[in-house]
């Protein structure tokens, strides 16, 4: 996996929306947040475009990327919203250009369809985090403070609020992979499907009951994709609440995973929560079942100077 360079001060970074239209007075405050930290900000055309339910049309959300990734001045670079729009991209995307122009690409949601290609093909590590806008509405300390394994590459643990699957072996490791389940589960059967043999697979979602939850998770053991996994991360499910009578989230997590004996956390803040802490995907974690834990490396490379 290839490390994307650490911000310093005075960088440039850039804005795009490769997925839905957000909202431009919430996105300038949010660029204000990063200036704040010592960044130059780029905002990019499909911020400022509203084509329907997306951030422009595909032409031009693609063009943001693509210039984003090609224009060395910029070290960052982070999505503006989510909504849905980043999986029609996928197919267009110049994934040489990106492994040739390694740099930070940050966003959570609709940008897992982005997270799971860029792995895939073109080996980038990328950082699950907090939007732009989300940034510009306000955000607690703890989600803030993310941004800085961005300049100071550092470790974190995570702590969730039990383990629904302990497993055998109390410390499991694996490269993380994953985000939003509706997203990731929407490209299985494409060749832009998510890869989970020998990984840690983070899932998260919002205003899904859990009979859905139940439904995407069958599909995903159907795909092969659970019995492949070495452990799994269900951070949150923010406002996924039955309407009618229904199993529990945990309960059915512990029936789907409980089979194929790998630990399985749950509720780490992380996703569409508060906090909804920044983490890098395409790292190596280490799960510890007795702690309830996941360790979590940097995901970014110092630059050396002289």
């Known amino acids: 996996m290839i490390y994307p360079h650490a911000l310093k001060q005075d960088d440039a970074v850039m804005i795009i ?25 780029i905002i990019g055309k499909s911020v400022y475009e509203q084509y329907g339910y997306l951030a422009g049309n595909d032409r031009v959300r693609l063009h943001d990327i693509h210039e984003a990734f090609a224009n060395p001045e910029v070290k960052a670079i982070f999505c503006a919203r989510g ?19 390694p740099k930070i690409f940050w966003g959570y949601s609709d940008i897992t369809a982005l997270h799971i290609a860029f792995s895939h093909y073109a080996g980038l590590i990328t950082f699950h985090g907090p939007m732009i806008e989300e940034l510009g509405k306000g955000v607690d300390s703890l989600s803030l403070s993310s941004f800085n394994q961005l300049f100071h590459p550092y470790s974190s643990i995570l702590s969730a609020s039990e383990c629904i699957v302990p497993a055998s072996n109390f410390a499991v490791t ?29 899932l998260e979602d919002i205003g899904e009951e859990p009979y859905r939850i139940d439904r995407m998770l069958n599909q995903l053991r159907l795909s092969g994709k659970l019995s492949e996994s070495r452990g799994i991360i269900f951070t949150s499910c923010h406002d996924c609440i039955p309407s009618k009578p229904s199993q529990s989230l945990q309960k059915i997590l512990y029936e789907y995973f409980t089979p194929y004996n790998i630990p399985v956390l749950f509720d780490l803040p992380i996703g569409h929560i508060s906090p909804n802490i920044g983490i890098p995907l395409g790292v190596t974690v280490t799960i510890n079942t007795n702690k309830n834990t996941v360790t979590i490396p940097s995901g970014v490379a110092m630059v050396l100077t002289k």
Not at 17 to 41: D, H, Q
Not at 83 to 101: D, K, V
Request: glycine fraction near 12%; charge should be negative.
């Open 17 to 41: 929306a490769p997925s839905g239209p957000p909202t431009i007075e919430n996105v300038l405050k949010g660029a204000k947040v990063l200036e704040e930290m010592g960044l130059s900000v």
């Open 83 to 101: 909504g849905y729009g980043s999986a029609r991209l996928l197919p267009h995307i110049q994934y040489e250009l990106i492994q040739r122009n």
């Open 174 to 202: 694996g490269t993380l992979i994953g985000g939003n389940l509706t997203v990731l589960t929407s490209t299985l059967g494409s060749p832009f499907e998510i890869n989970t043999n020998d990984k840690i697979l983070l």
